[in-house]
T-cell receptor, first 109, second 113 residues
Framework: GQNIDQPTEMTATEGAIVQINCTYQ??????LFWYQQHAGEAPTFLSY????GLEEKGRFSSFLSRSKGYSYLLLKELQMKDSASYLC??????????FGPGTRLSVLP | DGGITQSPKYLFRKEGQNVTLSCEQN?????MYWYRQDPGQGLRLIYY???????QKGDIAEGYSVSREKKESFPLTVTSAQKNPTAFYLC????????????FGPGTRLTVL
């Protein structure tokens, strides 16, 4: 099986940088994805990592270390609209995804 | 425009009734998925299908059924056997490559009274 852990809630200030962690225990996976989900809406894709290292996409970056079972999503120059839940997900070789519980981020003025 | 549609956005049903949620995509994706999300929770996989006329149970398939007669459509039936059906239901699709992201529909919020 696959266990994925994320902090339940985080709070940060507008303009700051925040790091959302995702740890997992699994025997293997193909890639790790990050999604953003505003309340009552569908998740939208942010970033993914297949290889270890950092992937940067504008204000968002994602990092993966397979040996440590660890990923993080880094959000820079926080804006009020970044208040949302952030989900990490593992894609299996059988093409189905396993999602973590999500981290609810509140950005304060 | 290409995308995934789910209808209706909100659905109310009486306890004991079966209800079918629709999911249609015109992205030419082979794989389709159904998830359930409860308040403050992550997504849990109900069923998925990688090809027409074939589907697999996810983690919480009991009380649900699906069909995949066409590539574009993957309807989900919530049966009366599902003990706690009130939830937000999300449909997604992707290409078959496992490094491809899943694209989500807008979701259906089902309330059983």
């Amino acid at each position: 099986g696959q266990n994925i852990d994320q902090p339940t809630e985080m709070t940060a200030t507008e303009g700051a940088i925040v790091q959302i962690n995702c740890t997992y225990q699994t025997s293997g996976f193909n890639g790790l994805f990050w999604y953003q989900q505003h309340a009552g809406e569908a998740p939208t894709f942010l970033s993914y990592n297949v290889l270890d290292g950092l992937e940067e996409k504008g204000r968002f970056s994602s990092f993966l270390s397979r040996s440590k079972g660890y990923s993080y999503l880094l959000l820079k120059e926080l804006q009020m609209k970044d208040s949302a839940s952030y989900l990490c997900a593992l894609s299996n070789y059988g093409q189905n995804f396993v999602f973590g519980p999500g981290t609810r981020l509140s950005v304060l003025p | 425009d290409g995308g995934i549609t789910q209808s209706p956005k909100y659905l109310f049903r009486k306890e004991g009734q079966n209800v079918t949620l629709s999911c249609e995509q015109n992205l030419n994706h082979d794989a389709m998925y159904w998830y359930r999300q409860d308040p403050g929770q992550g997504l849990r996989l109900i069923y998925y299908s990688q090809i027409v006329n074939d589907f697999q149970k996810g983690d919480i398939a009991e009380g649900y059924s699906v069909s995949r007669e066409k590539k574009e459509s993957f309807p989900l039936t919530v049966t009366s056997a599902q003990k706690n059906p009130t939830a937000f239901y999300l449909c997604a699709s992707s290409r078959r490559e496992s490094t491809d992201t899943q694209y989500f529909g807008p979701g259906t919020r089902l309330t059983v009274l």
